[in-house]
């Protein structure tokens, strides 16, 4: 079974500081790999997934995430944070196959100062 | 527009009762899911569904039923079998086709055991 860690529970940066959010994940084959953000009292919104190809994705609002093979790793990254990127984040890896189910991590809140 | 509703956005229920919350998207995809979401916890499988009229169980099922009638609606039901329903409901759903998928989530349900 697949399982993901996000280590960081709580993550404060400033604004206009660089921002990396960690995910190890646990999985027997190449995994799909997927980073949501979620507003508080609100539902998840995909910022961007890997399932082959270039190691390095691309997302929306200016996210971008790296998977690393070696590391079992898929941390996301933004150069430089905005006040409305205050949210939680959740990493999350999908089964190969046909239920596409995901499994998530317990997510990462992160606070960004003025 | 498409996408997924859920309703109500707050429930309050008395213990003992059973509530159904509503899930419905116009996005025609095939598989739907229920999560359940706690604080630190992330998002925990309830029950899924890749068809009409088949659904399996995810990682906490008990206290837990769903039926799943029509391709666009997945409404679950919280049990008085539940011990502790408090929780934000999520829902989502994706499509069983095509090689990079996502799950698209709803804006979720409060529920609040009084």
């Known amino acids: 079974a697949q399982s993901v860690t996000q280590p960081d529970i709580h993550i404060t940066v400033s604004e206009g500081a660089s921002l990396e959010l960690r995910c190890n994940y646990s999985y027997g084959a190449t995994p799909y790999l997927f980073w949501y953000v979620q507003s508080p009292g609100q539902g998840l919104q995909l910022l961007l997934k890997?399932?082959?190809?270039?190691?390095l994705v691309q997302g929306i609002k200016g996210f971008e995430a790296e998977f690393k093979r070696s590391q079992s790793s898929f941390n996301l990254r933004k150069p430089s944070v905005h006040w409305s990127d205050a949210a939680e984040y959740f990493c999350a890896v999908g089964a190969r196959g046909s239920a596409r189910q995901l499994t998530f991590g317990s997510g990462t809140q992160l606070t960004v100062l003025p | 527009d498409g996408g997924i509703t859920q309703s109500p956005k707050y429930l309050f229920r008395k213990e003992g009762q059973n509530v159904t919350l509503s899930c419905e998207q116009n996005l025609n995809h095939d598989a739907m899911y229920w999560y359940r979401q706690d604080p630190g916890q992330g998002l925990r499988l309830i029950y899924y569904?890749?068809?009409?009229?088949?659904?399996q169980k995810g990682d906490i099922a008990e206290g837990y039923s769903v039926s799943r009638e029509k391709k666009e609606s997945f409404p679950l039901t919280v049990t008085s079998a539940q011990k502790n329903p408090t929780a934000f409901y999520l829902c989502a759903s994706s499509p069983r086709q095509g090689a990079a998928w996502e799950q698209f989530f709803g804006p979720g349900t409060r529920l609040t055991v009084l």
């Open positions: 569904s890749q068809i009409v009229n088949d659904f």
């Open positions: 890997y399932f082959s190809g270039d190691t």
